[in-house]
């Protein structure tokens, strides 16, 4: 099993630009996240799925739209890239949600840079 | 408003030492409480996950304790090496959203040899 795979891993933009970020995983999980994370802060929700075809905003998801089409897929979309996008974006996926005991497993992430 | 806090936030011990990171939280109603381990430039990985009821849980040489009436949590690090740097990260869930979580901004560990 390859668990949660990020694509990609690194990424310029311009401001103004538009990107997808691409997460899938191979775990046949129902919960699928997606957070970024700042220089030295916690990790922050920007939407989450509860399974295909549904899907909720977390803490931050100003500038951010989800789609939820398959199991396997919870891509972010930017559509209008700003400067305080700049992060580091981590998918995770678990069975059940995070107030049952079960692991939530993250990917690589995905490290943007917006100039 | 739901918060983590973890201390120190950075911290510097020689190989072969102990060390205990703290997590204390106002988050409520509780669900569980979660460590994680990032190493630089990867993503979180479970360490624990401890309900109400639990005390203390071990994952190898790491061990978490949860004091769930003063909101308190410690991950201790037994005898530390040097793939033990990295940063942990509290991560507290209440059981009123079953998607949301609140992150602690972790601490970063340091082992020297």
């Known amino acids: 099993n390859a668990g949660v795979t990020q694509t990609p891993k690194f990424r310029i933009l311009k401001i103004g630009q538009s990107m997808t970020l691409q997460c899938t995983q191979d775990?046949?999980?129902?919960?699928m996240y997606w957070y970024r994370q700042d220089p030295g802060m916690g990790l922050k929700l920007i939407y989450y799925?509860?399974?295909?075809?549904?899907?909720d905003k977390g803490e931050v998801p100003n500038g951010y739209n989800v789609s939820r089409s398959t199991t396997e897929d919870f891509p972010l979309r930017l559509e209008l890239a700003a400067p305080s996008q700049t992060s580091v974006y981590f998918c995770?996926?678990?069975?059940?949600?995070?107030?049952?005991?079960?692991?939530?497993?993250f990917g690589p992430g995905t490290r943007l840079t917006v100039l | 408003k739901n918060q983590v806090e973890q201390s120190p936030q950075s911290l510097i011990i020689l190989e072969g030492k102990n060390c205990t990171l703290q997590c204390n939280y106002t988050v409520s109603p509780f669900s569980n409480l979660r460590w994680y381990k990032q190493d630089t430039g990867r993503g979180p990985v479970s360490l624990t996950i401890?309900?109400?009821?639990?005390n203390t849980k071990s994952n190898g040489r790491y061990t978490a304790t949860l004091d769930a009436d003063t909101k308190q949590s410690s991950l201790h690090i037994t005898a530390s090496q040097l793939s033990d740097s990295a940063s942990y990260i509290c991560?507290?869930?209440?059981?009123?959203?079953?998607?949301?979580?609140?992150f602690g901004d972790g601490t970063t560990l340091t082992v020297k040899p």
């Open positions: 401890m309900t109400f009821s639990e």
């Open positions: 991560v507290v869930t209440s059981n009123t959203n079953a998607g949301k979580s609140t």
């Open positions: 775990m046949n999980h129902n919960y």
């Open positions: 995770a996926s678990s069975t059940l949600g995070l107030a049952g005991v079960n692991e939530q497993f």
């Open positions: 799925s509860v399974g295909a075809g549904i899907t």
